[in-house]
């Protein structure tokens, strides 16, 4: 096996030990009050963009020569302590994911009002119209699922489960 495999094989077990261990841990707690619908919604969310997250780990080990450092691997580490706020009723992670949420839906529509007139190329090549209308696409649904959440968490089941 070679390094990038051995680096797969090891935060695959890392991860694994882990939800072990959160799985028995939520197993011996007694049993409180379901989580409301809008707060799984957000944590869905949550989910989906640690999901993307670890898809890029996994393209810089795999088919980047062991390359694991992107700029979002910097928001791996916040994202999961935010699930963990999210999932425990924890009232900062209530006021932490509608700031960040904010925060990105003004970050997404920039970016559908820059990718038509960006400058994108890779190498000499200029991406062509179709190109600039996925990447478009993307953005608006990942735009769509912070805007999900924002809303999700204002409602006032997701207020009263991290009591407000």
Same mark, same amino acid.
């Given at each position: 096996?070679?390094?990038?495999? &051995?680096? &797969?094989?090891? =935060?695959?077990?890392?991860?694994?030990?882990?939800?072990? &261990?959160?799985?028995?841990?939520? *197993?011996?707690?007694? /049993?409180? #009050?379901?989580?409301?619908?809008? %707060?799984?919604?957000?944590? =869905?969310?949550?989910? +989906?963009?640690? #999901?993307?997250?670890?898809?890029?780990? !996994?393209?810089?080990?795999?088919?980047?020569?062991?390359? &694991?450092?992107?700029?979002?691997? /910097?928001?791996? %580490?916040? #994202?999961?302590? +935010?699930?963990?706020? @999210? %999932?425990?009723?924890?009232?900062?992670?209530w006021w932490t994911a509608r700031g960040v949420a904010a925060i990105l839906i003004l970050w997404f529509v #920039?970016?559908?009002v820059i990718i038509p007139f960006g400058d994108f190329k890779r190498g000499s090549e200029v991406t062509p119209?179709?190109?600039?209308?996925?990447?478009?696409?993307?953005?608006? +649904? @990942?735009? !769509? %699922? /912070?805007?999900?959440?924002?809303?999700? +968490?204002?409602?006032?089941?997701? *207020? *009263?489960?991290?009591?407000?």
């Amino acid at each position: 096996m070679g390094r990038p495999a &051995v680096m &797969v094989l090891s =935060l695959a077990v890392i991860l694994m030990l882990a939800g072990a &261990v959160m799985i028995t841990k939520g *197993r011996r707690q007694r /049993v409180g #009050a379901a989580v409301p619908p809008p %707060v799984r919604a957000a944590i =869905l969310g949550n989910i +989906l963009f640690l #999901a993307f997250f670890v898809l890029e780990f !996994s393209d810089g080990l795999l088919r980047q020569h062991g390359r &694991v450092f992107y700029w979002t691997s /910097v928001l791996f %580490v916040p #994202a999961l302590l +935010l699930f963990y706020g @999210l %999932v425990s009723g924890r009232n900062w992670a209530w006021w932490t994911a509608r700031g960040v949420a904010a925060i990105l839906i003004l970050w997404f529509v #920039a970016f559908i009002v820059i990718i038509p007139f960006g400058d994108f190329k890779r190498g000499s090549e200029v991406t062509p119209w179709y190109g600039r209308l996925y990447m478009m696409a993307f953005t608006l +649904l @990942l735009g !769509s %699922v /912070v805007f999900a959440i924002f809303r999700a +968490l204002g409602s006032g089941e997701a *207020r *009263r489960y991290f009591g407000r």
